[in-house]
């Protein structure tokens, strides 16, 4: 092939000014958290300061672009899609964080919600075991509905993963999609409050664009709200040739009223790496380029899991238009 047909690569967009976060949508447990970190940032100023200068020397990259002060990676949690400073893993005295069975991302309604109910069910068991039970079922769904189970993330080349948890609700071929720049296949999934939340990568891709609309917060089985509701596009390409572009939405519901993404443009992503997450659930679309070689695995009705399920493959010979 020469120089001249080689695909080019799709130059990042930058971030809508109405994504002011990685939940831009805001949220009550979220205004709680930021409030809490305004407290902490101010105690660790005032009594750590040793802490907070060995923190500023072990940061990488600048802060430019963050809504408050950066003094260890927890500040990062909302904002890192508005600025590119982190710290090495061995230098992030939290990272253990990342290796608890939940959500990161839904760490705070973990806590906001699980203490009292477990303290409720502890005292309720207290008097008659049986006045616990509906406490007790209440903790048990809220810790089911913030798991993060491992996922076997498969390496053969040309595999399109699942982003979400869920059931296959739509496979839809269309004639045009403007990002993809052809022919398309959108590939729906029902999310519900059972699910897994977590949304994932669904191939080795850099990120070129996302866009927010703050929508309404139908019924995800009515067929409009995918149209109408809340919702998060994220325009990626793949990192290697022929540079297959791709989007994943993420769609809220009528109880699911809180997406999370915590991507920017211009960074990569890894087949099956945690993206963001659907609060309580809701629906997540996938678009794929329908050109050669394309082989969609899925059918309607059947179940998936993000970052581990194929939903589709490239053979090799598979080019994009």
Request: hydrophobic share 40%; net charge positive; glycine share 8%.
């Amino acid at each position: 092939m020469s120089t001249a047909q080689q695909p080019t690569r799709a130059v990042p967009q930058p971030l809508p000014d109405n994504v002011t976060s990685v939940q831009p949508g805001g949220g009550v447990c979220y205004r709680l958290e930021l409030a809490w970190g305004r407290c902490r940032r101010w105690y660790l100023k005032r009594f750590r300061p040793g802490y907070v200068r060995r923190m500023a020397d072990l940061r990488e990259g600048g802060c430019e672009g963050a809504p408050h002060e950066i003094l260890d990676p927890r500040d990062l949690k909302y904002c890192r899609n508005l600025c590119r400073c982190d710290w090495k893993p061995e230098h992030d005295p939290f990272r253990w964080r990342d290796k608890l069975p939940f959500a990161r991302w839904g760490l705070a309604e973990l806590q906001l919600m699980g203490w009292p109910l477990l303290a409720l069910t502890v005292f309720s068991a207290c008097f008659f075991w049986y006045l616990a039970l509906v406490p007790g079922v209440l903790l048990a769904l809220v810790v089911y509905f913030f798991r993060d189970p491992p996922r076997r993330i498969p390496s053969e080349p040309g595999l399109i993963v699942s982003p979400a948890d869920g059931k296959i609700a739509e496979v839809t071929r269309f004639d045009h999609d403007e990002f993809v720049g052809g022919p398309a296949v959108r590939i729906g999934i029902f999310l519900s409050i059972f699910n897994v939340h977590l949304n994932r990568s669904p191939a080795d891709a850099r990120v070129i664009a996302l866009r927010y609309w703050p929508g309404e917060f139908l019924n995800a089985l009515d067929p409009q709200s995918a149209l109408r509701n809340e919702n998060m596009w994220i325009g990626l390409e793949e990192n290697h040739p022929p540079y297959r572009r791709m989007v994943v939405r993420q769609i809220a519901g009528a109880i699911a009223r809180r997406i999370v993404c915590a991507l920017r443009p211009g960074e990569n992503v890894a087949r099956g790496e945690r993206v963001g997450m659907i609060k309580l659930g809701s629906r997540t679309e996938l678009i794929l380029p329908d050109c050669d070689g394309l082989k969609v695995e899925v059918d309607v009705g059947r179940r998936v899991k993000a970052g581990s399920t194929v939903v589709a493959r490239y053979e090799a010979s598979g080019t994009q238009d």
